[in-house]
Nanobody
Framework: QVQLVESGGGSVPAGGSLRLSCVAS?????MAWFRQAPGKEREGVAA???????NYADYLKGRFRVSRDDDKNILYLQMDSLKPEDTAMYYC???????????????????WGQGTQVTVSS
């Protein structure tokens, strides 16, 4: 089972930017970002598979961009035009094959990171 370690979270004002990173201990086909705010369910944000295919949650409206460095097994999430409603714990996830990337469902993940907190102030 691959190990995942996230970094890059922090506190920013509305309109600001952050870049999250997730380092995987080895190769994994699909990697994804999820987030969970207090009292809410974990929801998919964005994913990319080894073939370069991406998937984004509809609510993002182009504000976030996922990318991947397969040589270093790192998944990135560039977050721009941040809003207070983006405040959440952000988790990196990994899964075999394409289902995780295609569906952005937590049930398709086989590994999870410990999370990194993102706080956006108004």
């Amino acid at each position: 089972q691959v190990q995942l370690v996230e970094s890059g979270g922090g506190s920013v004002p509305a309109g600001g930017s952050l870049r999250l990173s997730c380092v995987a201990s080895g190769y994994i086909y699909s990697m994804a970002w999820f987030r969970q705010a207090p009292g809410k369910e974990r929801e998919g944000v964005a994913a990319q598979d080894y073939a370069g295919n991406t998937n984004y949650a509809d609510y993002l409206k182009g504000r976030f961009r996922v990318s991947r460095d397969d040589d270093k097994n790192i998944l990135y999430l560039q977050m721009d035009s941040l809003k207070p409603e983006d405040t959440a714990m952000y988790y990196c996830a990994a899964g075999e094959g394409y289902p995780l990337r295609q569906s952005l469902r937590p049930s398709e993940a086989t590994s999870w990171g410990q999370g990194t907190q993102v706080t956006v102030s108004s």
